[in-house]
């Protein structure tokens, strides 16, 4: 079992950027897909940036261009660099890994981490 923890949110001014870390208490080396995830308030959480294993990576159209994923199995430790931030990204902030071994899923999420965009 891989726990996760994001640290990183705080409030911030509107083009501002934050820097948000998920640890995991695992190695993440083998986990094949690593997502961060938002939720606002009375709105469904939905995934904001991922990375494969092996490098793959996609973005939601409204933070292509601010955002920046990337993951460190070394220090297993998965990172979502925000820039210019705005107003609308302001939610909660989860981050996700999923795998399969021997047809076996694993799903594991962090607990979160609040992100304020307001001036």
């Known amino acids: 079992q891989v726990q996760l923890v994001e640290t990183g949110g705080g409030l911030v001014q509107p083009g501002g950027s934050l820097r948000l870390s998920c640890v995991a208490s695992?190695?993440?080396?083998?986990?094949?897909?690593m997502g961060w995830y938002r939720q606002a308030p009375g709105k469904e959480r939905d995934m904001v940036a991922s990375?494969?294993?092996?490098?793959?990576?996609n973005y939601v159209n409204s933070v292509k261009g601010r955002f920046t994923i990337a993951r460190d199995n070394t220090a297993n430790t998965m990172y979502l660099q925000m820039n210019s931030l705005k107003p609308e990204d302001t939610a909660v902030y989860y981050c996700?890994?999923?795998?399969?071994?021997?047809?076996?899923?694993?799903?594991?999420w962090g607990q979160g981490t609040q992100v304020t965009v307001s001036s």
């Open positions: 695992g190695s993440i080396a083998n986990v094949y897909f």
């Open positions: 990375v494969t294993d092996g490098g793959i990576i």
């Open positions: 996700r890994g999923w795998t399969k071994v021997s047809g076996t899923e694993f799903d594991y």
